[in-house]
């Protein structure tokens, strides 16, 4: 069976105008296969969320190749679904407005638009602020919008931009508790990005750590704990502690160096 | 939510107290005509020049009273009304054209922006003479200088907006399937049409103003003409009861234009309304 996302030889430099180049990650080999969840986790400023720009292909690779769903990338995928870190949700329109996007963009007929989204909006515990603005909503309640906005299409491959950081803990495990079953059931691939080394453990099949940028695969870690999950319950396993002593270690290191880097620029 | 709970507990002292603060507006505002009246009844402001509130008001009552002639009050506003609503539409739209076009193609907007930093520079409201010596006296003259006002204030809204437009919302449409023609027409122009209503009322006061200046220094009709004819006269009273009538139209426009932005902008947080 074809990997759903590979990315082979990649790297990639940014030419900001007026400003030095610079190398964000390189020498990426990286296989997904079909239906499993991988989380990426490395310092900040490591090119943690570049790689998720070019496997849309919102941005082109440097060097090397990506392949999704067994084709190259060669520009924007509309394949995949991306829950962007900062919210996306377009602020002029109501939920379920912002939820029937990608459908209208498909030019799907307009009852099936409807039945979709109201599915939808339901599934996320958004049917009462279905005509809310986003404004209205709390952050969690939007970043279930915004995962509602992406499930309704359908996508085969599912991209995270480290997307409960900016919640709170507990609206945090609720959300992460949700992916899971939501994730259980659809059987999508996922790439998740995050610099939470425990919620990258309790979610995935597993887990890849990077290095300080420019961002190399240090390691890759298979996480074999017993599914289904519960991501709080999780961290008491005793694999779960032996796991996260051993990527820790690894991920220290880097974490290590780009603070001391950062110490250096400034 | 909160607004009414405050309501719930505080209801008795808020309205007290914005009965107070309505009090306190009327008795500025009569203090105000109180004063101008009794300073010219004891001649220290000379009536020739200041005119008093006891003419002008008879005075725009006797406006009023006339009925609906070629030469009434009536005329005058409905002229100056349609040149505002021109030159409101004609330079909003004129200004949306070519910010959104300058604020995506950057070339565009690089060899261009010394001429508009140029135009832009100068006080429009001295185009108004050349202006009528190229458009004559009638309604296009008043209508160009106020597209000319007007333009400046919407293309520089569209063009901020729709540059500094979060480019994640563009980022996930065209992930979502979004074509070119999409990303304008669900995010870029919308923005920019935030900025616009945002700069509404702005760009409406601009508009009106241009009319009544341009009418004031040449036309046949309109109520900055009114003004005019009464100072070829010397005739104080038509003056200010001209300058009453243009204040009210004005306060008149910026409510119905502040319930127009209320009604564009009910997707947004009530303090960045």
């Avoid at chain 1, 032996?242 to 991920?251: I, S």
């Avoid at chain 2, 409406?204 to 309109?222: H, K, M, P, Q, R």
């Amino acid at each position: 069976m074809t990997d759903a996302v590979e990315l082979r030889g990649v790297s990639k430099t940014y030419r900001p105008p007026r400003k030095m180049p610079f190398l964000a990650i390189t020498d990426i080999d990286l296989a997904i296969p079909p239906g499993r969840f991988v989380s990426v986790v490395g310092p900040s400023g490591c090119g943690k969320s570049t790689l998720l720009s070019l496997v849309s292909g919102l941005l082109p690779a440097t060097t090397g190749t990506v392949t999704l769903n067994g084709s190259l990338v060669t520009d924007v995928r509309t394949d995949v679904g991306f829950i962007f870190q900062r919210d996306a949700l377009l602020p002029w329109k109501t939920v379920s407005e912002n939820v029937a996007l990608p459908l209208e963009f498909r030019s799907v007929p307009r009852p099936e638009i409807q039945r979709r989204v109201g599915e939808w909006t339901a599934r996320v515990g958004l049917g009462k602020f279905a005509d809310s603005y986003p404004h209205e909503l709390s952050g969690g309640m939007r970043k279930r919008a915004q995962l509602a906005q992406v499930m309704v299409g359908d996508p085969a491959v599912l991209l995270m931009d480290e997307p409960f950081s900016a919640l709170d803990v507990q609206t945090r495990n609720l959300m992460e508790n949700q992916l899971m079953n939501a994730w259980g059931a659809a059987g999508k691939t996922v790439l998740f990005i995050t610099h939470d080394l425990e919620e990258a453990i309790a979610l995935s099949d597993e887990i890849v750590v990077m290095t300080a940028g420019p961002g190399r695969i240090k390691a890759r870690y298979p996480v074999d704990l017993p599914r289904p999950r519960h991501v709080t319950e999780i961290r008491f396993h005793p694999e779960f502690v032996a796991l996260y002593e051993r990527a820790w270690a690894d991920l220290r290191d880097e974490v290590t160096r780009s603070y001391e880097r950062s110490l250096e620029a400034s | 939510m909160t607004a009414a709970a405050a309501t719930a507990t505080t209801a008795v002292p808020v309205t007290r107290r914005a009965w107070f603060i309505r009090f306190l507006q009327v008795l500025v505002i009569a203090t105000f005509i109180g004063l101008w009246e009794g300073l010219s009844q004891l001649g220290v402001l000379d009536k020739f020049f200041y005119s008093r509130p006891s003419l002008i008001v008879p005075r725009i009552w006797g406006w009023l009273a006339e009925g609906f002639t070629a030469t009434s009050i009536y005329r005058d506003i409905e002229v100056t009304l349609i040149e505002t609503v021109l030159g409101f539409v004609i330079g909003t739209i004129a200004g949306v054209v070519i910010g959104y076009a300058f604020a995506r193609n950057r070339l565009l907007g690089q060899a261009f922006d010394p001429l508009l930093s140029m135009f832009n520079a100068i006080p429009r409201l001295v185009l108004a003479p050349v202006f009528i010596l190229a458009f004559g006296i009638d309604l296009a003259s008043k209508v160009a200088l106020g597209v000319t006002l007007v333009f400046f204030i919407v293309f520089f809204a569209t063009f901020t907006a729709v540059r500094d437009v979060d480019q994640t919302l563009v980022d996930n449409v065209r992930v979502l399937g979004a074509r070119r023609r999409d990303v304008t027409f669900q995010v870029l122009l919308p923005a920019a049409f935030s900025a616009i209503v945002a700069s509404l009322r702005t760009s409406a006061g601009f508009a009106f103003a241009g009319a009544v200046v341009a009418e004031y220094i040449g036309s046949s009709v309109g109520v900055g003409r009114r003004i005019a004819n009464s100072e070829a006269f010397f005739d104080s009273t038509g003056v200010f009861g001209g300058i009453v009538v243009i204040a009210a139209l004005a306060l008149a426009l910026d409510a119905f234009l502040q319930v127009a932005e209320g009604w564009f902008s009910r997707w947004k947080p009530r303090r960045e309304r």
